[in-house]
C-alpha cells in the first residue's frame, strides 16, 4: 500500500487537521490511501513486478499495473528440459520455489532434504552444479547462461535414475508492440502462457490524486462516526466505511474512475 498524501501537505489544511493529532491523521491517511487503491485495483507506486499470463485472442497483453517504466524480460516459451536431473535414491523429487529449488531424496528409511537458493546459484550453470555435488543426484543443461529465477515457479515431480526434466521460462524471440502508458503488449500469440517481468507504477504520486486522497482524509475526520468502520484508539486504526468512496464529490469520482483498471 502507498500513502498517497504527506501528512505536512498543504492540500490538508482547509480541513484544519491541526485539531487532529499525528497518529489519527496518519490512521485516516493510510485507510484513505489503501481504500482508493482497493478501490482502483492497483499500486501506484514504482515497483517491479513479475506477472504469467495469457494473451487475448488478439495476441493482447494487459498487465495488472501502470504506466509501464521499463520491461525487464519477456518470456514466451516454456522449455521443459532446461536441466535434466536424475537421483540414485530409493525415491526423490524436486520443486521449484519462489526462491529456491527443493530437493527430497529417501534411503533405507533416512530422507535428506536440501534448498538451493537462487542468489547462491543465480545461473542454472551453478544450480546444474549445485545440484551435481549432492550425493546420489546429478544434473545436466545447456541452457545455463539464463538465470535460476527463471525456472517455472511451483513446479514438483518425482526423479529416477532416468533424466526428469525441470522447466524454464524462455525470452521472447518475436517482435512486441509495448504501450508504456497504458501497459498493453502486443504480441503475436494467442492462447499461450507468457511470462512478463517489469517496473511499473508513479515515482512520484499525481497532484489530481493527491487532492482526491486529501478530500477523503477530510471527510474522515469530519464524519468520523459515520464514515468509519472501525476504531481501536489504542493503535489509531481507522478501516473506511464500505461506502466512504461512494460519498466523495462527482468530480473526485471521475478522477478515480480515470486510474481505475481496466483501460484500453
Avoid at 500500500?1 to 501537505?9: A, F, P, S, V, W
Avoid at 524480460?73 to 520455489?97: E, P
Avoid at 537462487?118 to 550425493?135: C, M, Q, R, V
Wanted: charge should be negative; charged fraction near 20%.
Amino acid at each position: 500500500m502507498t500513502l498517497l498524501i504527506d501528512k505536512n501537505n498543504p492540500l490538508l489544511n482547509k480541513f484544519n487537521v491541526g485539531s487532529a493529532d499525528v497518529g489519527t491523521l496518519t490512521a485516516c491517511i493510510k485507510s484513505a490511501s489503501s481504500a482508493i487503491e482497493n478501490y482502483c485495483g492497483r499500486t501506484f507506486s514504482a515497483i517491479d513486478h513479475d506477472e504469467s499470463v495469457t494473451p487475448g485472442q488478439y495476441g493482447q497483453i494487459i498487465l495488472e499495473h501502470f504506466p509501464v517504466n521499463y520491461l525487464t524480460g519477456v518470456y514466451d516459451s516454456i522449455n521443459s528440459n532446461a536441466i535434466l536431473i536424475k537421483c540414485t535414491a530409493t525415491t526423490s523429487s524436486y520443486s521449484v520455489r519462489d526462491d529456491y529449488l527443493h530437493l527430497t531424496s529417501t534411503t533405507s528409511g533416512v530422507t535428506t532434504t536440501n534448498s538451493l537458493s537462487f542468489s547462491d546459484y543465480p545461473s542454472l550453470t551453478s544450480l546444474s552444479n549445485a545440484i551435481t555435488e549432492l550425493n546420489g543426484w546429478t544434473a545436466t543443461t545447456t541452457v545455463g547462461n539464463y538465470a535460476s529465477d527463471d525456472l517455472v515457479k511451483g513446479q514438483y515431480s518425482f526423479v529416477t535414475s532416468s533424466n526428469t526434466g525441470i522447466s524454464l521460462w524462455e525470452f521472447c524471440t518475436g517482435d512486441i508492440d509495448v504501450h508504456l502508458e497504458r501497459g498493453i503488449i502486443g504480441t503475436h500469440h494467442t492462447n499461450r502462457p507468457m511470462r512478463v517481468k517489469y517496473n511499473a507504477g508513479f515515482s512520484s504520486i499525481p497532484d489530481d490524486l493527491k487532492s482526491v486522497t486529501a478530500n477523503l482524509v477530510g471527510f474522515m475526520l469530519d464524519e468520523k462516526n459515520g464514515g468509519i468502520k472501525s476504531e481501536r484508539l489504542g493503535e489509531y486504526n481507522y478501516t473506511l466505511a464500505d461506502n466512504s468512496i461512494d460519498r466523495l464529490p462527482i468530480m473526485d469520482k471521475q478522477i478515480l474512475k480515470y486510474y481505475r483498471n481496466r483501460r484500453v
